[in-house]
């Protein structure tokens, strides 16, 4: 595809500039074989990324899917202007907010504390098994994972039996956890730092392998204790890094991920587990209202855009790694 | 881990260490094994269901082992032939989509880490674009709907082919081997293919091996694409999507895990031998166990991975 588009789009310039374009030929026909490795890849990308796209225009659409795309309504924002004034979206953003911002902030806290700890433990072996099996949940599906939270958290599951045994519930007034709609962010944010604690850990330990030993042995010298060293050594030696992906995470605020709160969810707590995702896949699946749900998506992705763009720059500006 | 080393190596004498670090560090221990049964627990608990008489189960009090031992519960899930089918269509997924994401994204990293491809910035810049942005859920569903691929094996594979972070793994990790590799490769007249066949390919294992587990954990957990365009043909469906009805069946009854309609129907022959409590169970630790079984051997290869990925980029 690429070798097609190129030459017929830039005819002038390559007049202008016979050289360069003649070189560039020449290049890539050298090149025939690294060509042929990786032609294939960027056709399958714009196919499987890009032209996804064109399904936007349906956002400005009063879209009937028996009409061609010539013969459909164009409507503007509308369906956007709907978004805006619809209770039920105004709360999935509420919920997506709420529910990023939770997994943002117990998830750097719990990770950074782990990171810390971990990095205290000098029996090696000890500190292998413990990051072993910290990063266990990380591989199970969200599936696997939410059945056994279901099954933990059920009337006659684990927490209810340690209320009932440390006697904060009377037997016969077990909880239904996830059938309190207050009680569902908690849940998800608690499910979701056991499920990526470990495996979080990973970028602050490497990064906690960088800071100079002298400063160690410059702390022990001026009398400070393990935890004082920890806390004055370690944690700023790390703090560059804690930064930078604070900042990148922040560009995800509106992706609060999906499979956790469509298996978690229920009729009981869908007013506080359903985001913008669930709300996409509930008008476009399901009810085949396709401009709706795509304006939803579009929003999401839009704005996501935008803060991905600011905060991978912020992170550039500050001469640190960056997304790629 | 190496700031653990040069500690060591100083040979602190442990008399040294006043009351407060010893209280610090027992407690820290203590911290890490209360993790450890967090996070363990409920597997081990979940084990014990699956290994323990259905019926019994029901009774409740199941803890770290089982009170009637029975293989019954297997032995159902390996003779019912829905599950036993998806769990093959599971594996020939996991096994072909990670052989094919593996391939490709070493060929393209390959001709991406060659400094002097005129194309190399092209398409560099038009993979990394794409972390920043997708179609979205419709879009792309019209659009694996327009190409014919609902209903078919196929919509497993060709989506995911290739990923950004996959690349950009292992394209550092090409970068990173000595020049001279490449160099007397060349001198030695092998062309592109020979030297990414012969040379590349193998030097990157480690890399691979990486990029082998995302994918195949990726492929193994996969259930949404099954639900989104196979949901109709049950000859496609995979384990974890078998579990993830069962799951939301019992979701919408009670949120306990009580009697459902469609165990209740398969099982009507041999009446009350499991429960949707044991084959929930089961299937939890079929679906669980392959990934418990590779994952802690790659454990050296991926930590590397994830830190050039998250640190250096």
Known sequence: MDKNTVPALSRPAADKEPGRMRLFFKKLGQQRALAVMSVPFLIWLFVFKYLPLWGWSIAFQDYKPARKFMEQTWIGFEHFKFLFGDDRFLRVLRNTLAMSSINLFFGFVTAITLALLLNEIRNIAFKRVVQTVSYLPHFISWVVAASIIQTTLSPDGTINQLLVGLGFLDRGNEILFLGIPEYFWTIFGASSVWKDIGWNTIVYLAAMTTIDPTQYEAAEIDGANRFKKMIYVTLPGIKSVVIVLLIMNIGYLLESGFEPQYLLGNGMNVDYSENIDIFVLKYGIAQSNFSLSIAAGMFKTVVSFILLFMANNAAKRMGEARLY | ?313
């Open chain 2, 1 to 313: 881990m190496e700031t653990a080393a040069v500690h060591k190596k100083k040979r602190k004498p442990p008399i040294s260490s006043s009351t407060g670090d010893r209280l610090f560090v027992i407690c820290n221990y203590c911290f890490m094994i209360a993790l450890m049964i967090v996070t363990l627990y409920p597997f081990v608990n979940v084990l014990a269901v699956s290994l323990n008489n259905a019926q019994d189960s029901i009774k409740g009090g199941i803890y770290l082992l089982p009170r009637e031992w029975t293989l019954a519960n297997y032995n159902y899930i390996l003779r019912e032939a829905t599950i036993f089918h998806a769990t093959f269509i599971s594996v020939l997924r996991t096994v072909i989509g990670t052989v094919v994401t593996v391939f490709c994204s070493a060929m393209l990293a390959y001709t991406l880490s060659r400094q002097d491809y005129v194309l190399r910035k092209f398409i560099t810049v038009a993979f990394i674009m794409t972390m920043y942005f997708n179609g979205g859920l419709i879009p792309n569903y019209l659009l694996i709907r327009d190409m014919g691929l609902v209903g078919s094996f196929w919509v497993y594979i060709l989506p995911g082919i290739i990923g950004v972070f996959n690349l950009i793994i292992i394209r550092s990790f090409i970068e990173n081997l000595p020049e001279s590799i490449i160099e007397s490769a060349k001198i030695d007249g092998a062309g592109d293919y020979r030297t990414f066949f012969s040379i590349i390919l193998p030097l990157t294992v480690p890399v691979l091996a990486t990029v082998a587990l995302f994918s195949g954990v990726f492929q193994w957990n996969s259930w949404f694409d099954v639900f989104l365009y196979n949901s109709s043909d049950a000859s496609l469906s995979t384990l974890q999507y078998e579990l993830q009805k069962i799951l939301q069946n019992s979701n919408t009854t009670t949120g306990t895990s009580s009697l459902d309609g469609m165990i209740q129907g398969a099982t009507g022959g041999q009446q009350n031998a499991v429960t949707p409590m044991s084959v929930r169970a089961t299937m939890t630790i079929v679906a669980s166990v392959p990934i418990i079984m590779v994952y802690p051997f790659l454990q050296k290869y991926f930590v590397k991975g994830m830190m050039v990925g998250g640190v250096k980029g």
